[in-house]
């Protein structure tokens, strides 16, 4: 019984060894970092992260990253309602062929398309602005959320929906005022997966931005070539990736049990 | 039972116009460069299934197909067995739960190439936590940028940090939904513990193990930030997975045909087994 308690604690550990050693780099000077190995930092220094702080380059990265995440997350969440709600109770011509063609570009792999998105924002005028990468996040986002949502909208009883039409509720108001606060918990992890996956992809970010909407992704992997072996500055603008996730984890944790089901347990 | 109500089309309508715009647009010119020659300055000549023929008869996408296939056996492999016992493992309830799955949930939300930067940093052979531990502490050699089987262990136990515990909280789900009743009759008959999951637990997984085998299937066949961060597809071509392949082929050298070609053979492949997948599972819920 004891040595099965240990088991979580054994893997939450594996999980936490490689974070622990990249906070631990982002607290070293150069100096200490190319001196050798020590476990601990031993001049401790905040200078990497002052340096992120200071820096337009660095600390612009993450509000890009942040306003096209955003904007993803409230465009894929709410075309993705609707959707999910005639897939869930309603039976209409195609239904089936549209919802799988719909997973499929869950399937796509981005380096297929990184080439040909480039080519069509560029056409329309979006490139190097934020909404190009949020719309192009929507690929696989969308898929995702109708997904999710579909879930979690099969699991409430199609006696509510009757039930308000009886009482004389118009689908509009039937639909903000009862139904989409009876999965309040679906929309937020619907919310919650669309995020992790925006903020999470670098590929398609990277390749429709240059300058202005450049994600703070891709200002780590221009860094780490160009500037050689600046290790410590790298180490502290990873960890400060890792707080957003952090954040939003901790507003879903009553939900992330169910919620990783997808809604379908 | 749903009731059938061809109206239903227009509250699906922004769906379909937001992917449609991303996903066939794209996909029409990938096919459309599948099928022609250039030689520069936008000139275009039919080249048939000429593309197609190379890039399937080429030994290094067979190479990298091969690849993509070992690391996706390799990682579910490890991933699937591994998420379940640890979800097993956990207790059902109490004060550790939500701290245990805010833990795990961790890696899941690092941005990709953080995770490879990360773990480039971690088993650096002279200063990594990991390295120097292997290297001086243990005294085995280990060194990623020069032995192909370290980089492979290195990329493998990199996914297996990364993306087991998706499969840890879904498995857990479908666990915390059996209810106390089934495990009570269970006692009673005295079923033995691999009674328990064999004829419990197991089942009742069911439905999340095959949306979590679908997602990591997808996703690891699709892998390309991570290993690219961390190797590089080095040393040599030994962990050239088939993402790092297309993008060398399509932005690297800019041979739009073949690298076209490639895509849709590429998405194919994914296709189909998603497919074989989503069918197996959409037919276990009419069941």
Known sequence: MKLRALAPIFYILFLMLPIYWLVSMSFKTTNEILSGFSLFPQEFTLENYAAIFTDPTWYWGYINSTIYVTINTIISVSVALPAAYAFSRYRFMGDKHLFFWLLTNRMAPPAVFALPFFQLYSAVGLFDTHIAVALAHCLFNIPLAVWILEGFMSGVPKELDETAYVDGYSFRRFFFRIFMPNIKAGIGVAAFFCFMFSWVELLLAKTLTAVDAKPIAATMTKTASSAGYELGLLAAAGCLTIIPGAIVIYFVRNHIAKGFALGRV | ?287
């Open chain 2, 1 to 287: 039972m749903k009731t059938s109500n061809p109206r239903a089309w227009f509250l699906v309508l922004p769906v379909i116009l937001l992917v449609a715009f991303n996903a066939l647009i794209p996909l029409m010119t990938v096919v459309n460069y599948s099928v022609q020659e250039t030689f520069g300055d936008n000139l275009f000549f039919w080249h048939g299934i000429g593309w197609f023929q190379d890039v399937l008869g080429s030994e290094r996408f067979h190479a990298a197909l091969g690849r993509q296939f070992l690391f996706t056996g390799i990682i579910l492999a490890i991933e699937v067995p591994l998420g379940v016992a640890i979800a097993l493992a956990m207790p059902r309830s109490g004060p550790w739960v939500p701290v245990c799955l805010i833990l795990m949930a961790m890696p899941l939300l690092i941005p990709w190439n953080v995770v490879g930067a990360m773990w480039n940093i971690f088993t650096l052979p002279d200063i990594g936590l990991l390295g120097y531990t292997l290297n001086t502490v243990l005294g085995i050699e280990y060194n990623m940028t020069q032995s192909p089987l370290a980089a492979w262990m290195t990329i493998v136990a990199m996914d297996v940090w990364h993306w087991t515990s998706l499969v840890v909280l879904l498995a857990y789900a479908g666990l915390v939904s059996i209810p106390d009743a089934y495990y009570q009759a269970a006692k009673i008959d005295g079923a033995s513990k691999f009674a328990v999951f064999r004829h419990i637990q197991l089942p009742k997984m069911k439905k999340v193990l095959t949306i979590a085998i679908l997602l990591r299937f997808m996703d690891s066949f699709m892998i390309y930030t991570e290993p690219f961060v961390l190797t590089g597809g080095g040393p040599g071509n030994s962990t050239t997975l088939l993402s790092i392949d297309l993008v060398k082929v399509a932005l690297g050298q800019f041979d739009l045909g073949p690298a076209a070609a490639m895509s849709l053979i590429y998405f194919a492949i994914t296709l189909l087994v998603s497919w074989a997948f989503y069918t197996a599972m959409t037919k276990d819920d009419q069941n």
